[in-house]
C-alpha cells in the first residue's frame, strides 16, 4: 500500500503509494483502504468507489469495463490525453502572475488521501524551474503535517482553511480567527496589501476538533522547503 505506483516494463513511476497517510492508519484506512467500517455508510472503500466510475465512465466510456484488467502504464497515459486537460494543473508557466504582482498561498495536509502531498511539491518545484527563479517572492507552499484532505486530522489542523473546526465549546478565543500569524487567508491579504511576506503561519490543534475547547498543541508551518523541528 505504501510503494509507488508503477507500470511498465521499466516499472515506471505513475503516482506516489499511500505513505502520505503514515502514522493516521486509523482513521484513514476505513474509508480508502478497507475493510469498510459498518457504521460509515459506504458499501466499499471510496479509492474503489473512485477508480469504479473514473476508468470506466469518464476515461474510457465503457460502463462495463473491468478496471482491475487495465495496464496501469496505457490507463495513465490514455487518462491524461482524454481528461488531464479538464482535470489536471500541471502548466508550470506562471510568469504572468508575478509580472502582475499576484501573490498565491498554497497548501496541503500530509496526511491528505485524496490527492497526495506529493503532488503540490512536484508543481511548486516545476514552476521553480520552469521560471528559473526562486518562488517565494510571488508563490509560497504550507505543508501540514497530519492535517487530511483540505482538513481534520491528527494534527493542527486549524489555520484559516475552510474545514477549521468551529467553536462549539464556550472557550471560543475570536483573536484567532483572522490575523496574519493563524489564518492564511488574512496572511495573503497582509502579503497583497503591505507586501508583508509570511514566513511562517501557526496551526492549531483543539481538543476534539472543536475551536472552543482547550488547545493541545500549535505548529509554525514554514514556507517550503523549510521543516519546523
Not at 500541471?90 to 509580472?99: E, F, K, N, T, Y
Request: proline share 8%.
Amino acid at each position: 500500500m505504501y510503494e509507488d505506483v508503477k507500470g511498465g516494463r521499466a516499472q515506471t513511476r505513475l503516482a506516489p503509494g499511500f505513505r502520505v497517510a503514515l502514522g493516521d492508519e486509523a482513521a484513514q484506512w476505513p474509508l480508502w483502504v478497507g475493510p469498510v467500517a459498518k457504521d460509515s455508510g459506504f458499501s466499499t472503500t471510496l479509492s474503489q468507489m473512485f477508480s469504479e466510475n473514473f476508468w470506466p465512465f469518464m476515461v474510457y466510456g465503457d460502463p462495463k469495463l473491468n478496471f482491475r484488467t487495465l495496464d496501469l502504464l496505457q490507463a495513465s497515459t490514455d487518462s491524461r490525453s482524454r481528461v488531464g486537460a479538464l482535470l489536471n494543473s500541471i502548466d508550470p508557466d506562471l510568469s504572468a502572475v508575478r509580472s502582475a504582482g499576484k501573490k498565491i498561498i498554497q497548501y496541503h495536509g500530509w496526511a491528505d488521501a485524496v490527492i497526495p502531498a506529493q503532488y503540490s511539491i512536484n508543481y511548486y518545484e516545476a514552476v521553480e524551474r520552469y521560471l528559473g527563479h526562486d518562488n517565494r517572492d510571488f508563490y509560497r507552499l504550507f505543508m501540514a503535517p497530519g492535517m487530511e484532505h483540505c482538513g481534520g486530522g491528527p494534527g493542527p489542523n486549524a489555520f484559516g482553511t475552510p474545514y477549521d473546526p468551529r467553536p462549539l465549546g464556550a472557550g471560543y478565543d475570536p483573536s484567532r480567527e483572522f490575523n496574519p500569524q493563524h489564518h492564511v487567508l488574512a496572511a495573503l491579504i497582509r502579503w497583497v496589501e503591505k507586501g508583508e511576506a509570511p514566513k511562517q503561519i501557526v496551526a492549531t490543534k483543539y481538543q476534539d476538533d472543536d475551536a472552543g475547547k482547550r488547545v493541545l498543541r500549535t505548529r509554525p508551518l514554514c514556507v517550503y522547503p523549510q521543516v519546523a523541528r
